[in-house]
């Protein structure tokens, strides 16, 4: 950006340049005074060029360059008189580069001051011991109209310039903030999923010692009552099959207990999100913290996949999300899943800015090698409208679900 503005800033000074060279050698067949001031004026004339060249690359010299550029046009326009047009051109030149170069406030101020030693060439004068005839009153305003103007635009340009930096550079403040946001959000949602499965484990850890406890009661009062009935199997008849009826309420009471705890423990299994429930609570989470459209096509996907490939499948969609959100400035993501061949295919495009280059990252690393594991792939970069992600990954059938 800051080199483009220099080539245009240096076409723009060498134009003048020329235009004002053009009207030199226009005027030099019928002025003898230019015919004994062409060497000093090329040599002058370059000598601006030059101050021109070096403003443009080294702006913090400003307040030793522009004071020597006025020198230098003086020096010109001084003889040429009534030929005001050589000095307004280098003029305009100049004014340009005060507004542009200076600081703010005093580019508009500087721009306007160094027109004033120009003020004194109206009288009449000489140059060489040539009369040179000043400048008239028009002509003067003219003189000092096109650099005033080309000042005042160069001015008005470089503070509209500050604002688009300064917006930028406030949208950027932004950018930062918000990913910090969405990161701490999505490191929240990572700690509750994490805290989630600990409280999981746990619940499934203390029904499975009801489960111990209950048939670990019930089968020694079972075995107490078998064996004294047997014992009693002889003497008393009536007390023996009173305890043999004990013991199958006791093994009744007991299978009892034991379908109620496992279709406790099977109902928690079924909260353990995986597959799609997983995706579309981590979907609905990011739509409500970034306020991005997610939309989900699960096409002739299952609903479910093994253990690992559920898990790389949050992982990379996250990522994906993440991306769309930190760099592409998405608004809308589709998230597509179609199998074909015992090969899943998930794609994640959105509708952002894209990027001019792709270079990996950490989390573009991490992606690809979680999918190259389970012996997929991974592709990545523009799309249609913004970035896409495309993954591959193969279905070995091991612990799928159905549709």
């Known amino acids: 950006m800051v080199y483009t503005i220099n080539m245009i800033q240096i076409a723009y000074n060498a134009l003048l340049h020329l235009m004002a060279l053009s009207q030199f050698l226009l005027r030099s067949g019928s002025r003898a005074i230019y015919g004994d001031l062409i060497w000093q004026f090329y040599l002058l004339l370059g ?3 030059t101050l021109s060249l070096l403003l443009a690359f080294r702006k913090k010299a400003y307040f030793i360059l522009i004071p020597l550029r006025l020198i230098i046009i003086l020096l010109i326009a001084y003889p ?5 047009w050589i000095g307004a051109l280098l003029l305009m030149s100049l004014t340009t580069e005060t507004a542009l170069f200076t600081p703010l406030p005093w580019g508009r101020v500087l721009s306007v001051l160094i027109l004033v030693p120009f003020l004194f060439f109206r009288g009449d004068r000489s140059a060489f011991h040539i009369p040179v005839r000043g400048t008239s009153f028009p002509d003067l305003l003219l003189l000092f109209f096109f650099p005033l103007l080309a000042g005042q635009a160069a001015f008005s340009l470089k503070k509209e310039k500050l604002k688009k930096e300064e917006l930028q550079e406030h949208n950027k403040r932004l950018d930062r903030a918000a990913s910090r946001l969405i990161g701490t959000n999505l490191d929240y949602q990572n700690y509750a999923k994490q805290r989630e499965a600990r409280t999981l484990a ?8 009801e489960i111990h406890d209950t048939v670990g009661y019930s089968l020694t009062n079972v075995r107490v009552m078998l064996e004294a009935g047997a ?3 002889e003497n008393n008849r009536e007390q023996s ?3 043999i009826l004990k013991a199958m309420e006791e093994s009744r009471r007991c299978l009892e207990e034991t379908r109620q705890a496992m279709g406790e423990l099977r109902s928690r299994d079924r909260e353990d999100y995986r597959g799609r ?3 579309s609570r981590l979907t609905g989470a990011f739509h409500e913290s970034t306020g991005i459209t997610v939309s989900l096509e699960y096409g002739e996907a299952p609903t479910q996949f ?6 790389v499948l949050y992982r990379t969609i996250q990522e994906a999300m993440t991306n769309s959100f930190r760099h592409g400035m998405a608004e809308n993501i589709d998230i ?10 998930v794609l994640i495009r959105d509708d952002g800015c894209g990027a001019p280059t792709v270079k990996e990252g950490v989390g573009l690393a991490g992606m690809r090698e979680r999918v190259e594991k389970l012996g997929g792939t991974v592709k990545y970069g523009n799309g249609p409208k913004g970035f896409q992600v495309r993954a591959l990954i193969p279905l070995t059938g091991e612990g799928e679900d159905g549709k």
């Open 47 to 49: 000598l601006s060029f």
């Open 80 to 84: 040429t008189g009534e030929e005001f």
């Open 202 to 209: 746990e619940e499934r850890r203390r029904i499975s010692r």
């Open 231 to 233: 014992m009693q199997m």
């Open 241 to 243: 099959r009173q305890l």
């Open 277 to 279: 429930t997983a995706i």
């Open 306 to 311: 093994s253990e690992k490939v559920d898990k």
């Open 336 to 345: 597509m899943f179609w199998e074909e061949k015992r090969v899943l295919s």
